[in-house]
């Protein structure tokens, strides 16, 4: 470009100085140069300064004749000064306009590096937000996977613990089957041992019983029936028998003599006594109230063999049915388990446990004391309380449906939680889906996940938690805390246990929403 433009200008300079001999007349070439030629003058159009200039002629020496006739406009004729100073002042006006294009060619590299920059600057902008944006992705692809394997460990966790817990109620009713029929055995035994029992020899009873009323001592006794080949301890426990007997029909002597209160009827008494003597002595007596509870125990054991037996409980759940994809032989598909209950218990409305039906309604009584109940926007301190689908929220009874405002959000796309992440004050963290949850201090505190209705694409989540509190089993109070992401709840306390102090940390709400 620079090249081009001296060139311009040496050209310019070789036709302003073939041309400085011409007489520049100041009038614009638009208005025709051809027009001005008069008396034989010529005229051209300088095409640089775009004016008419003066052809001159030679010069010829000066006559001293008078010349009449009209008088014509002759142009000044310049000085060489003059011609150099007007070619000086040309050459000024072109360096001039060769530094404005030299310093727009400047400029133009300038704005070309400043946009070349420009764009190397994009270009890294570019760069560094599809790094951000593949971050991003990254992090929550990782987010999702770690979130499912956390369910998915869970979900392992409780067929583990439901597992082995149907294995402990196996083994335990397996041991308490053999416990009882070792126990029924045993009493068996000695039923069968107190009737068959080794029995004395009449012969040797009798003899004893003579030589007693002869007046004879256990050891003279004990020295004759020795020799008749009997040990000591068989003639020691024949002698307690026949004391024994003496005792019993003195007594029963004694009782019928003192009500007859007649010499005869005593008389009368004496020989039955003595046949009913004879009789004892040959039948040995057996304790009637002995073989009533003997009685008494087997049956009861056998009823307890019976109903163990037969898996009858007091009314629990007795039995997880492990659903595979809802069926109970699936190959694929979610794992759950189907709750079955005894009378008079039923499968409460959630299906994760059972309820007390007493009066066999077909409905939990606690679901029927909440038909009862306080309307939305009730004081309350209990859930039972409120009427059926409300939750006593923040000490007013609530609907779960109400808690999102629909503001600010897209409603014609709707969201669902449905997984969290949750840290506890016990320093525990569970991955649970709704419906799942734990407890604290031996179960006197249980905490369980609600479903949530769906909300509009950009509402916060809202997390429900159902807080119950019990003693000894017995639920004494229920209410329900919300929870956002991130947020933590207030201290949980129990009303008999002082020292039991818990909070709820919600550290990851996993959603589902479209695009």
């Not at 089993?473 to 929870?483: A, F, N, R």
Request: aromatic content about 6%; some cysteine.
């Amino acid at each position: 470009m620079k090249k081009i433009v001296v060139l311009v200008l040496v050209l310019a300079l070789i036709f302003a100085i073939s041309s400085s001999a011409d007489v520049d007349t100041g009038f614009s070439c638009s208005l025709g140069c051809e027009s001005l030629s008069q008396n034989g003058e010529t005229y051209y159009c300088n095409q640089d300064s775009q004016t008419c200039f003066l052809m001159e002629a030679p010069v010829e020496s000066a006559s001293n004749e008078t010349v009449t006739g009209p008088v014509t406009y002759t142009p000044p004729v310049l000085t060489t000064e003059e011609k150099v100073a007007l070619l000086e002042e040309n050459l000024a006006s072109l360096q001039q306009s060769l530094a404005e294009v030299n310093s727009g060619v400047s400029l133009s590299n300038q704005d070309i590096a400043l946009v070349k920059s420009q764009l190397a600057q994009l270009q890294a902008e570019l760069t560094t937000l599809k790094g951000n944006i593949q971050t991003d992705l990254n992090t929550q692809t990782n987010s999702l996977s770690t979130g499912l394997a956390g369910l998915q460990q869970g979900i392992n966790k409780t067929q583990e613990a439901l597992q082995n817990l149907t294995e402990k109620q196996s083994t335990t009713r397996i041991l308490t089957v053999i416990f009882l029929i070792l126990i029924i055995a045993g009493v068996g035994a000695g039923i069968y041992y107190y009737l068959n029992r080794s029995k004395t020899d009449p012969e040797m009873l009798e003899y004893i019983n003579s030589n007693i009323k002869r007046g004879k001592k256990l050891p003279q006794i004990k020295q004759e029936l020795r020799k008749a080949g009997w040990l000591d301890s068989e003639i020691e426990k024949a002698y307690n028998e026949v004391v024994k007997q003496n005792y019993r029909q003195y007594k029963s002597v004694h009782s019928e003599a003192k009500a007859e209160r007649t010499e005869d009827a005593e008389e009368e008494q004496r020989p039955t006594s003595r046949v009913s003597a004879q009789q004892e002595t040959s039948n040995p007596m057996h304790d009637p109230k002995k073989m009533m509870i003997i009685a008494v125990v087997g049956i009861l054991l056998i009823t307890g063999l019976i109903l163990v037996l037969r898996g009858v409980s007091t009314g629990q759940a007795i039995f997880f049915q492990k659903l595979i994809g809802g069926a109970e032989n699936g190959t694929s598909g979610e794992i759950t388990y189907k709750v079955e209950c005894t009378p008079p218990h039923l499968l409460n409305p959630t299906g994760d446990a059972c309820c007390l039906d007493s009066d066999s309604s077909g409905i939990c009584d606690t679901t029927e004391l909440q038909g009862n109940g306080l309307t939305a926007g009730g004081d309350c301190s209990d859930n039972r309380e409120c009427k059926l689908g409300l939750y006593c929220v923040n000490k007013k009874c609530t609907g779960l449906d109400t808690l999102y405002t629909h503001e600010g959000g897209d409603c014609t796309k709707l969201c669902s939680y449905y997984a969290v992440k949750m840290a506890t004050s016990d320093k525990e963290s569970y991955d649970l889906k709704p419906k799942q949850g734990s407890y604290t201090g031996a179960g006197a505190l249980e905490w369980k996940l609600l479903e949530m209705p769906q909300y509009c694409k950009g509402e916060s989540a809202i997390v429900p938690v159902n807080i119950i509190k019990k003693q000894t089993g017995k639920k004494i109070s229920e209410e329900v805390i919300l929870l956002h992401d991130g947020e933590s709840s207030t201290v949980l306390t129990h009303p008999t246990i002082p020292k039991l102090a818990f909070t709820l940390t919600l550290e990851k709400v996993f959603e589902s929403c479209p695009k």
